[in-house]
């Protein structure tokens, strides 16, 4: 379409105005050609005619859409000039207070005079690894690309800062420094970054001024190389200064300042460290008041001095070199107060006795003599002889002037150079990026030296640049396939030769300094002769004293005066001679400045490489002059700027008063035209400066299709399709590869098109439902008009017709009617009722005859059911009552059985003693023989003891006064020791705690040896395991040993027993020693009765022996005999008499021993017969006891079974009351018998108290276990009978809890067989499958490669062998699965030898893969196996074998997931597991906290030897770092779907938000749709994650705290990109955001997750984008808005708003004073300062115990996982 024919009615062009440069009109009607003028109106609704000539029309530039206005980069401007630009920066600036914005490869910087919240190190975070189109314009985007370029392409990078003063190129320069140093950490200890951040202090101090224009402008240009390694971290830097500012050292401009060094040292010059060189306040120095102004708003110049100090020793630069530094500096402040006095015309004087001269010459170390001489005269070289002429006063401050700019030149290379040693680190430089921070095009009032050098470099970058940008069209027009036509753009060598080449400007000028006697004039009219006649060189017309060259940006008129001076820079040949003699007296520092250009040594030094070349010395006639040395650098700086990429920044300063976002578009304009901007917008102009991609151009104007034209397939053909409809001018667009390139003008076209059918659809609507709205009305009314003529159309007939006949036939015809009616409605209701009332009949008779049937099989039913129960109940009641009567028989026949044996060996010691007591009676009457003999004996010791217990009483009573005079010593030396143990327990106590920590430090160590040892006991294993034989071997032969020496101590045990009776008989013998030995006494004085005594004692033997016999032979024998065992004699006189009746009375014992072995023998006979039937009993007993365990073991079924039948039975009740009854009288029973056995016990006491008496009771105690006998034999032979009843009950009872045991058993084990086998012969299937599709794979390739009957026949028969292996192994294992299998009860627990724990860990863990059959049925099997192993270990109290497992497993799981830390799968896994483990642990540790939810049969299988307290700790630090790692790894692989998913994907269809991108294109605009990321995608990932964790095992607060991490990651990736992208702020990108989040819920919904509260951490991303979507124009919008967004910021809140950017022309921007509303609302909100959320946070992890219902004992260990070596125990 032709440009003339888009100025139509409303579109909008832009006119020259002289106040804000351009404005805004309207075009009031069509323009045709030939008119002459072009209606306008303005915005303040004043009409204009714009003049037009008609012979070559020469419109207004027309106006962008608003919809293209705003935008990142301008070359996505449909119309490209420099009103457009100038507006869109203004958009940008003022309304968004967005300071960057592209244009094509330029990044504009507009200067805020403020501080941003935009360059933290979450925001360089978020830059880094992007895409520069991806992201909003930043400098850390320029940087990004610049390093990304450089790793890619191995290829030196540099990046060009630009602008003028105060336009922030340091900052930026800054900033994009400081993006490499976060980024790119290097290597080294030595911080290389942190060193070149620090240069930058330095270089501000020395080479940073305030001017009028900027607070701290840079005066001299500075590339900054920063060097990088092969992988690409900062190793090093290297700076290179272009052109500092000499001049300014000895004069500033009013409201200026000189460099800030000088201004911080005097504002430290009351410190210690300045006190020598006796400065003071900078207005007291020329140098530093000559601007007037020596303070700066806002800065502290003490504090920088500080920071200066801290910078210069961050880099190494030591005191010594600081001081020096100094002491140069102060120098020159003194030189410049050097008074220079005029002693005439020609003559010139310095007093002698100028103070600031003494501490000039004191400081530097030079004679000041020979200073004031070289300063006030001059050295005159003729050809026979030197003449010194003194000089006048101007000259001579010239000089000093001179000097004072040389100093201070040369120290600032000096630091330079040293700054550069310091950044320069041990390494080989394998690429750099190279910062230019150098000055702008320079135009003022009076324009000099300076300003000429910095145009002329200015005017060789912009040619480089333009060469540049050429360059890049025609690449990007060559990639995609376009035709290239040569591009006519403004090419500036012609200025640059001007000024350099031969015969030029600096030629002219380095030929006229070579002569002593030139001057500016004649310099200017050679330039007047010379250049003439070239068209960009002239001659202004009211001066002769400059002249003005045609730059690039702008006509410069240069004044001429001071030209030559400060070219040739000169400085007195003896002035430098004094300078120099300065190393010789003392200052070494100085006099190096001045020395003579030292050749290229050869050390290893940095080599540094200044803009200026060393000085020449003085004394030679050609010296170099300053515009040749910049003319080297210069070439210099472009050659390397040639070899590397460039990349632009221009910094804009928009205003002059450096006010915040303040606009002066005079200003901006001035510098856009002077920077380069609008020569890259003329370049795109010219061409094709609009492109879109297929995607894009097809998303904006699908409404522009038709419904045939449409078709999504081919998407790229139809955009041709359309486009070739639309524009007929082939020649406006051209279709490349993945972009549409459009001339200028034809994107507004279009976007007028799209306008023009949006608003006839919207047009279209309002037509139908207006009219839809009018129709329904419309029917409204008219429906309500007829009901109106209805009613009054029949009033008016009845009006017509009503008559008194016709009432009456009316009446009477109702009359008839009624009747009629009647009479029909009773017939028909005779019939229905007659009808009703059969069918009622019919159906009562059924109903009664089925409710009697039921009721009769109910009553049959029920009399059943009552004789069954109570059968069933009399049943149990008999078998109860037998179990119980059968408990109390054993009970009591073993109560009876144990008072028989007690009674038996009662009768043994009765006998015995018996026996004892007769044997004692006659070893008493030797005993008193011999006591006679020793009688005498004894009363001689006793004389004897008597004399030496008298001699003992005297020695006790000596040696207690000795023993009490040692106490009262000891008790004395006891309190001194007593204090002195209180000091030594204090200092006890201090070497107490001094053992104690070293202990704690031995325990470290001993825990790191530890370490090492269970490290090495691996390596010690096979000999442990060997000794471990020999040690079982051992053990077996230690038990058979102890099973021996047990019985020999049993024996021992029992003849102990014996020997103790013994020793308590001689222990009574013994007591009674003392009393015979008084009776011996008294034998000793009755020595002469003792043979009356012995008759006394012979007829008290006779009496006794004959009670004696007669007692125990009273009731045996016959009387006779009896008195034939007593003697016959009435008195005994003789021993022979005694002994005879000794011998009577042995022979009356040995009656009774007979008589009582007779009856021991029938009793023995009778017990015998008792035993065993007791026996019998008790074998019976046993049985029934066996019966109880089994009852026992399965006592769950039986309580189910006695549920389910007390539901049935309702007599429940009375057999627990016969239990109670039966329980009762068991206790009575019991009762009885504990009462017997006492009455027993009293009568075993009474026969051991009275032997006689026992012994005349005897036979009646005979009769007494006579009659007990024979009832135990009666109560025999009921219990016998009760027993055979009870037997043959339980013998049915345990047949059929037998049965039902062993099919329960039978049954568990069945199903854990099945399962197990299942999983085998699941994975026997895996293995078979596989092996199928192998032998296919062979069988093809053999039929591909062999042809003919033998490979065919070989084919045949590998697939018959392979079938038959099949069936075998198929019918192996169904055989296998047929075999029964022997129940058993496991205790839940795998045993395991110790040279087995290396196959365990290696086959349960290291090659465990998760995606096994076993593995995804028990996907925690892996833990449970492991954990029985533990149980083993504390089974067994093998401490050693316990802590070896445990450290193996915690050392492989870690191994596993270091080896595995990118593998999802695996890292969710043996999270699980771990997890699992670790519950484990807990669940059977024992603690009542993890046992509440246990079964018994768990508490059971609690660990019982060992606390694993320490290795749960560790395992659970293990589960957080996998549990953090598998974050980390589905983070990663989430994060590249999150942006293109929820923010660059049109989920909603209809609703695009697609915007022109320009220059910079977003890294997935590519034609293949195919490729690009969907919040379909997004949820797929999730639910592979939530699939894979419930797969895996995993606990499901687990997968709540993962899935709520993940959600975390896409709100703060989300939001974050909205807030760094200005073209993601719309509000169809709202809608877009708000449905995605909409998807996220529901599948949190599906998924059962909202309870995890994932949701909340997408609250910022969902009031952001309502915020995007809400109204934003009046004062209640602002109070929602304020009230609705509690969770943003207010910072982010206000970026939200200036961000927002409408889509079409139907939306509205948000204003500016409505953002200051809002902020006014926010003020008092609380929030972060941080624009950025951290998307690195972590939520913490918590681990809650689960507990499993896992049967341990149940558990089957696959073969699959050749644990063949585990036995289950």
């Not at 305030?210 to 920063?226: A, L, M, P, Q, V």
């Amino acid at each position: 379409m032709a440009l003339l024919e888009l100025y139509t009615k409303f579109n909008r062009v832009w006119i020259p105005d002289t106040e804000h440069v351009w404005k805004s009109a309207e075009i009031t009607r069509d323009f045709h050609p030939g008119e002459n003028a072009l209606g306008l109106l303005l915005e303040d609704g004043t009409e204009h005619q714009y003049p037009v000539d008609p012979s070559e029309p020469s419109l207004p530039p027309l106006r962008n859409p608003d919809i293209l206005v705003g935008e990142n980069d301008l070359t996505a401007l449909s119309y490209l000039h420099e009103p457009a630009v100038l507006h869109n920066l203004k958009v940008r600036f003022v309304e968004s207070r967005i300071i960057y914005t592209y244009c094509g490869i330029i990044l504009v910087a507009v200067n805020p005079y403020k501080q941003l919240p935009i360059y933290g190190d979450a925001i360089i975070n978020a830059y880094s690894g992007q895409n520069m189109g991806d992201m909003d314009p930043h400098i850390f985007a320029v940087a990004e690309e610049a390093y990304k370029q450089m790793a890619r392409n191995h290829k030196n990078q540099s990046i060009i800062v630009s602008g003028e003063s105060g336009a922030g190129k340091t900052v930026s320069a800054r900033y994009a420094m400081r993006y490499f140093a976060v980024v790119s950490k290097s290597g080294s200890k030595t911080r290389v970054e942190d060193k070149v951040l620090a240069s930058n202090p330095i270089t501000e101090a020395i080479g940073n001024a305030k001017t009028t224009r900027n607070d701290n402008s840079s005066r001299f240009g500075k590339y900054t190389e920063i060097s990088f390694d092969r992988r690409y971290r900062i190793i090093g830097a290297n700076m290179r200064t272009y052109l500092l500012e000499k001049s300014r050292v000895v004069f500033q401009a009013e409201n200026e300042r000189n460099y800030h060094i000088f201004y911080q040292m005097c504002s430290c010059a009351e410190s210690s460290e300045f006190k020598s060189l006796r400065l003071s306040s900078a207005d007291k120095f020329r140098y530093t008041c000559m601007g007037g102004d020596i303070a700066i708003d806002g800065v502290d110049d003490k504090k920088d001095m500080e920071e200066t100090r801290r910078t210069f020793s961050l880099l190494g630069l030591k005191e010594d070199f600081q001081s020096d530094i100094f002491k140069v500096l102060a120098a020159i402040l003194h030189l410049g107060n050097v008074e220079i006095k005029s002693l005439g015309d020609d003559r010139s004087s310095v007093p002698p006795r100028d103070p600031h001269l003494a501490i000039l010459c004191d400081l530097l170390g030079v004679r000041s003599d020979m200073l004031v001489r070289w300063l006030c005269h001059r050295r005159i070289v003729l050809v026979a002889e030197t003449v010194v002429k003194p000089v006048a006063r101007e000259r001579a401050l010239a000089a000093r002037d001179a000097m004072a700019k040389q100093i201070y030149a040369h120290l600032f290379d000096c630091i330079i150079s040293r700054i550069n040693t310091a950044l320069q680190v041990p390494g080989k430089q394998h690429a750099f990026i190279g910062v230019l921070d150098i000055y702008g095009f320079e135009t003022f009032d009076i324009n000099s030296f300076e300003q000429f050098c910095i145009n002329y470099a200015n005017e060789k970058l912009q040619q480089q640049f333009n060469l540049h940008v050429f360059k890049l069209e025609q690449e990007e027009y060559m990639k995609e396939d376009i035709p290239w036509t040569l591009i006519d753009f403004y090419d500036n060598q012609p200025v640059i030769d001007l000024i350099e080449a031969k015969m030029g400007i600096l030629d002219l000028l380095d030929e006229e300094c070579l002569f002593p006697q030139g001057t500016d004039q004649s310099w200017l009219q050679k330039l007047y002769n010379y250049l003439d006649a070239n068209p960009l060189f002239e001659k202004p017309r009211l001066s002769n004293e400059a002249f003005v060259i045609q730059h690039f940006a702008d006509k410069v008129e240069y004044q001429c005066r001071g030209f030559l001076e400060k070219n040739r820079d000169a400085l007195y040949e003896e002035l430098v001679d004094t300078m120099r003699a300065s190393k010789v007296i003392k200052f070494s520092f100085l006099g190096n400045f001045f020395q003579e250009e030292q050749k290229a040594s050869s050390s290893k030094s940095v080599k540094v490489k200044p803009a200026r070349p060393s000085v020449k010395p003085a004394n030679k006639q050609l010296r170099t002059s300053v515009g040749d040395k910049f003319c080297s650098s210069l070439s210099l700086l472009m050659e390397t700027l040639n070899a590397t990429t460039p990349h632009y920044v221009r910094c804009i300063k928009p205003n002059d008063e450096k006010l915040p976002f303040e606009y002066d578009s005079g200003r901006v304009v001035q510098q856009l035209r002077a920077c380069g901007v609008l020569e890259t917008i003329r370049i795109s102009a010219q061409s094709y400066p609009s492109r879109w991609t297929y995607i894009e151009f097809y998303s904006r104007y699908s409404i522009l299709m038709s419904h045939v034209e449409a078709d999504r397939s081919d998407k790229k053909q139809t955009c041709k399709n359309v486009l070739q409809r639309l524009i007929q001018d082939s020649n406006q667009y051209k279709f490349g590869r993945t972009k549409i390139f459009f001339r200028a003008g034809q994107v507004a076209y279009l976007e007028k098109l799209r306008l023009d059918r949006l608003r006839g659809a919207c047009v279209s609507i309002q037509k139908h439902v207006r009219g839809w709205s009018q129709r329904r009305k419309y029917l409204k009314m008219r429906d309500a008009a007829i009901i109106l003529q209805q009613y009054i159309r029949g009033k008016r007939m009845i009006r017509k017709t009503v008559s008194a006949a016709t009432l009456k036939q009316g009446w009477a015809s109702v009359v008839i009617q009624r009747h009629w009616r009647g009479y029909r409605m009773k017939r028909i209701y005779q019939v229905v009722r007659t009808a009703s009332v059969t069918i009622q009949a019919f159906t009562r008779g059924w109903m009664a005859r089925k409710r009697y049937k039921k009721m009769i099989e109910e009553r049959k039913a029920l009399i059943l059911q009552k004789y069954a129960r109570a059968w069933l109940v009399r049943r149990r009641f008999q078998t109860m009552r037998r179990l119980v009567l059968n408990v109390q028989l054993s009970y009591r026949v073993q109560q009876l059985r144990k008072k028989i044996e007690e009674q038996s060996k009662e009768n043994r010691g009765l006998m015995e003693r018996l026996t004892s007591l007769a044997n004692s009676n006659s070893q008493t009457v030797d005993r008193l023989q011999g006591l006679e003999i020793q009688l005498e004996k004894v009363t001689n010791q006793k004389v004897s003891l008597e004399e030496s217990e008298r001699r003992s009483k005297e020695e006790a009573t000596l040696m207690i006064t000795q023993l009490q005079k040692e106490m009262e010593s000891l008790s004395l030396g006891k309190q001194m020791l007593e204090k002195k143990f209180e000091a030594s327990i204090r200092e006890s106590k201090e070497k107490f705690d001094q053992v104690k920590r070293s202990l704690l430090d031995e325990k470290e160590n001993e825990a790191r040896l530890r370490k090492i040892a269970e490290n090495n006991s691996e390596i010690q294993k096979q000999d442990h395991e060997k000794e471990v034989e020999a040690l079982k071997e051992e053990i077996k032969r230690l038990k058979e040993d102890r099973v021996g020496l047990q019985r020999r101590i049993e024996e021992g045990v029992q003849v102990n027993s014996d020997l103790q009776e013994q020793v308590v008989q001689l222990t009574k013998h013994v007591k009674v020693i003392p009393e015979l030995r008084r009776d011996l006494n008294n034998l000793q004085n009755q020595r002469n009765n003792l043979d009356r005594q012995m008759k006394e004692q012979s007829e008290q033997a006779t009496a006794k022996v004959k009670r004696t016999v007669r007692q125990i032979l009273g009731g045996l024998v016959e009387e006779e005999k009896l008195l034939g065992l007593t003697p016959h004699d009435s008195e005994i006189y003789e021993p022979d008499d005694l002994l005879k009746a000794f011998e009577g009375l042995q022979e009356a014992t040995r009656i009774l021993e007979n008589h009582q072995k007779e009856q021991k023998e029938s009793y023995e006979a009778r017990l015998e017969g008792l035993i065993l039937k007791m026996d019998h009993l008790q074998n019976e007993n046993g049985k029934l006891q066996n019966l109880f365990q089994e009852k026992s073991n399965v006592n769950e079924n039986i309580r189910q079974e006695v549920s389910r039948l007390s539901s049935e039975n309702s007599v429940i009740p009375e057999l627990k009351q016969q239990v109670s009854e039966l329980q009762r009288q068991k206790q009575e029973l019991e009762g009885l018998i504990r009462d017997q056995s006492q009455e027993l016990a009293e009568k075993n006491v009474e026969i051991r108290n009275v032997l006689h008496r026992k012994i005349t009771e005897e036979s009646s105690q005979r009769r007494y276990f006579e009659e007990k006998a024979k009832e135990l034999e009666e109560a025999k032979g009921e219990l016998q009978g009760r027993i055979e009843e009870l037997v043959e009950e339980n013998a049915h009872l345990k047949r059929q809890q037998l049965m039902e045991g062993e099919a329960k058993n039978k049954l568990r084990e069945e199903t854990s067989r099945l399962t197990a086998e299942n999983m085998d012969f699941e994975e026997q299937l895996d293995q078979k499958d596989r092996l199928i599709k192998k032998l296919q794979n062979q069988i093809k390739c053999l039929e591909t490669s062999q042809k003919g009957r033998a490979a065919d026949s070989t084919t045949g028969c590998l697939l018959i062998e392979c079938f038959l292996f099949i069936h075998s192994s198929f019918a192996h294992a169904a055989k296998q699965n047929t075999t029964s299998i022997i129940p058993k009860e496991f205790l839940g627990m795998l045993e395991y030898r110790r040279e087995h724990e290396p196959r365990l860990i290696q086959n349960i863990i290291l090659d465990l893969k998760p995606k096994g059959v076993v593995v995804s049925m028990i996907p925690t099997l892996p833990a449970h196996i492991l954990f029985m192993c533990v149980r083993h270990a504390d089974y067994l109290n093998d401490d050693t074998k316990l802590k070896s497992l445990m450290n193996a497993i915690i050392t492989a799981i870690k191994k596993v997931v270091m080896s595995h830390h990118r593998n999802m799968e695996l890292l969710s896994f043996w999270l699980s597991n771990t997890y699992q483990l670790l519950n484990c642990l807990k669940q059977y540790s024992g603690e009542e906290e993890f046992q509440k939810q246990s079964t018994p049969r768990q508490k059971k299988n609690c660990l019982q030897n060992f606390d694993l307290s320490e290795h749960r700790q560790i395992l659970s630090d293990l589960a957080i770092h996998i549990y953090h790692q598998l974050i980390r790894v589905m983070q990663k692989t989430l994060a590249p779907a999150i942006v293109p998913g929820m923010l660059e994907h049109e989920s909603l269809q209809g609703i695009s938000s697609m915007k022109p991108t320009g220059f910079r294109k977003r890294s997935n605009s590519v034609y293949n749709e195919a490729e690009s990321y969907t919040i379909s995608s997004i949820l797929q990932q999730l639910s592979n994650f939530h699939a894979a964790m419930s797969h895996h095992g995993m606990e499901r607060c687990l997968i709540k705290q993962s899935i709520k991490q993940l959600f975390f990651l896409v709100s703060a990736t989300t939001f974050n990109q909205i807030m760094l992208r200005k073209d993601m702020c719309s509000c169809r990108k709202g809608m877009q955001i708000r449905c995605n989040i909409s998807y996220l819920e529901e599948w949190l919904k599906e998924k059962e997750l909202q309870s995890s509260n994932a949701i909340d951490t997408l609250r910022p991303l969902a009031q952001a984008a309502w915020l995007l979507q809400v109204n934003k124009s009046t004062d209640e919008d602002a109070k929602e808005i304020a009230d609705n967004c509690t969770e943003l910021s207010p910072v982010q809140i206000v970026k939200i708003l200036n961000s927002y950017t409408p889509i079409d022309d139907f939306e509205k921007r948000v204003t500016s004073s409505f953002v200051r509303r809002v902020q006014s609302l926010l003020q008092d909100h609380e929030g972060s300062s941080q624009l950025m959320l951290d998307t690195d946070h972590r939520f913490q992890v918590t681990f809650p115990f689960c507990s499993s219902s896992m049967a341990l004992e149940l558990l089957q260990v696959p073969s699959s996982l050749q644990l063949d070596f585990l036995t289950k125990i």
